[in-house]
């Protein structure tokens, strides 16, 4: 899991020793092991997956919507605890939701969210519709006069949005009537805005897409 305990003076000169390696797991250990260092494994039994792509980091966000997921959030024994951020519950207005988990904060008025998974403070806009995405949030509320502003796209999910097999990085600003679709056809590629992995549409942080913007399989 990527956890180590070492003693201090035997990292430092391991790392010293051994300037080339870089990984704990394919190189250190094992350097320890044929130097018969002093080692203990501590066996765990409970829910770990692999995280290292960008594929297996949606499946893993994503199996959380599921009815029954591997990984329970709604445990006694072994409790999730959250950084208490102290927000308001989430407003959701005539929304179809199934297999979604939604966090604080939440202001919603989309048509439909299916499968996925939205984050703090998200705003998502009137007929928007989403499904296997996950939509990171807000870092902060924008105050009325800036979401009313004309000139400017506010944060969040505007109006009439189809958004699928996508991730939106936190305080993206989503114009009305965008489209974006990931799909397993897609090429991987690098743009400015977004990436496509995987067939997963990956749009960056703090990313302002105007209206009508189309990504992906459209």
């Given at each position: 899991?990527?956890?180590?305990?070492?003693?201090?003076?035997?990292?430092?000169?391991?790392?010293?020793?051994?300037?080339?390696?870089?990984?704990?797991?394919?190189?250190?250990?094992?350097?320890?092991?044929?130097?018969?260092?002093?080692?203990?494994?501590?066996?765990?039994?409970?829910?770990?997956?692999?995280?290292?792509?960008?594929?297996?980091?949606?499946?893993?966000?994503?199996?959380?919507?599921?009815?029954?997921?591997?990984?329970?959030?709604?445990?006694?024994?072994?409790?999730?605890?959250?950084?208490?951020?102290?927000?308001?519950?989430?407003?959701?207005?005539?929304?179809?939701?199934?297999?979604?988990?939604?966090?604080?904060?939440?202001?919603?008025?989309?048509?439909?969210?299916?499968?996925s998974v939205i984050g703090i403070r998200s705003r998502i806009g009137r007929n928007a519709e989403l499904s296997n995405s996950?939509?990171?949030?807000?870092?902060?509320?924008?105050?009325?006069?800036?979401?009313?502003?004309?000139?400017?796209?506010?944060?969040?999910?505007?109006?009439?949005?189809?958004?699928?097999?996508?991730?939106?990085?936190?305080?993206?600003?989503?114009?009305?009537?965008?489209?974006?679709?990931?799909?397993?056809?897609?090429?991987?590629?690098?743009?400015?805005?977004?990436?496509?992995?995987?067939?997963i549409v990956v749009v960056r942080k703090g990313v302002i897409l105007a209206a009508g913007t189309q990504i992906g399989a459209?």
């Open positions: 899991m990527g956890i180590y305990v070492f003693k201090k003076e035997v990292l430092c000169n391991l790392l010293e020793q051994n300037p080339l390696m870089n990984d704990f797991g394919k190189e250190i250990i094992p350097l320890c092991i044929e130097k018969k260092y002093k080692i203990a494994s501590h066996p765990f039994d409970g829910y770990w997956t692999d995280i290292g792509t960008i594929r297996s980091f949606f499946n893993a966000v994503l199996h959380l919507a599921d009815p029954l997921p591997e990984f329970n959030l709604f445990d006694n024994e072994r409790t999730i605890y959250t950084r208490a951020r102290m927000l308001s519950p989430s407003k959701i207005f005539g929304t179809s939701c199934e297999r979604a988990l939604i966090a604080e904060g939440c202001i919603i008025h989309a048509k439909s969210i299916y499968r996950y939509v990171m949030g807000q870092d902060y509320y924008q105050d009325i006069a800036e979401i009313l502003d004309s000139k400017r796209i506010p944060m969040g999910i505007g109006e009439n949005c189809h958004i699928e097999n996508a991730i939106l990085d936190r305080n993206v600003c989503i114009g009305n009537d965008v489209i974006i679709k990931g799909s397993t056809d897609l090429e991987d590629t690098e743009q400015d805005t977004y990436c496509i992995k995987d067939g459209v």
